[in-house]
């Protein structure tokens, strides 16, 4: 079974277009994020969120959104793409929030080539 | 600002020893964390430090100076297998959040 699980593997698009990404745990855990890798390998945190409640908002272009229907579940979308998004992108759950630190499971990645 | 500094690049023999070091300087700090990422792969973790010390598994052992605000990586009886990216993440503040150093690529030849 796969913990974390992100669909599509690889998108290709055109600059300008619309996209999302989707993201499911089956790991029962309340926190999911969204990292953003980019050619150099750099992983910077995006968005988190706690029990469908976004808590963790970095400085990240307004054209993302993330949206979380249920705590198992969370999507990325982003309206007009750019050259720049073009990056890994990784969702990752972790137990809970509180307390001591819970290490963060990642999804296998969605590629995103923009054209 | 917030800053993770470690080596860019190491080469090793499959049976050595090595050691990944991180330095940072980050505005809130709650541990040190270590990651593993194969190419093509997801991070997955390796070790998490809240003291001061070394905390060995297996393997690999991880250890932390608050004082000196470093720590590093320990791959012991390297295998082929660990040819890979080690990342350094810093959990800073109250939300599970992680800063990432921009990783160490581990080479291991026969």
């Known amino acids: ?115 | 600002g917030q800053s993770l500094e470690q080596p860019s690049e190491v080469t090793a023999v499959e049976g050595a020893i090595v050691q990944i070091n991180c330095t940072y300087q980050t505005s809130g700090f709650y541990g040190l964390s270590w990651y593993q990422q194969h190419d093509g792969g997801a991070p997955t973790f390796l070790s998490y430090n809240a003291l001061d010390g070394l905390e060995e598994t297996g393997r690999f052992s991880s250890f932390l100076s608050r004082s000196d605000s470093y720590g590093y990586l320990l791959l012991q009886e390297l295998q082929m297998k660990d040819s890979a990216s080690y990342f350094c993440a810093v959990l800073s503040g109250g939300y599970n959040k992680l800063i990432f150093g921009a990783g160490t690529r581990l080479a291991v030849h026969p």
């Not at chain 1, 277009?17 to 945190?45: P, R």
């Not at chain 1, 990056?87 to 995103?112: D, I, M």
């Open chain 1, 1 to 115: 079974d796969t913990a974390v699980s992100q669909t599509p593997k690889y998108l290709v698009t055109q600059m300008g277009n619309d996209k999302s990404i989707k993201c499911e745990q089956n790991l029962g855990h309340d926190t999911m994020y969204w990292y953003k890798q980019d050619s150099k390998k750099f992983l910077k945190i995006m968005f988190s969120y706690n029990n469908k409640e976004l808590i963790i908002n970095e400085t990240v272009p307004n054209r993302f959104s993330p949206k979380s229907p249920d705590k198992a579940h969370l999507n990325l979308h982003i309206n007009s793409l750019e050259l720049g998004d073009s990056a890994v992108y990784f969702c990752a759950s972790s137990q809970r929030l509180a307390g001591e630190y819970n290490e963060q499971f990642f999804g296998p990645g969605t590629r995103l080539t923009v054209l």
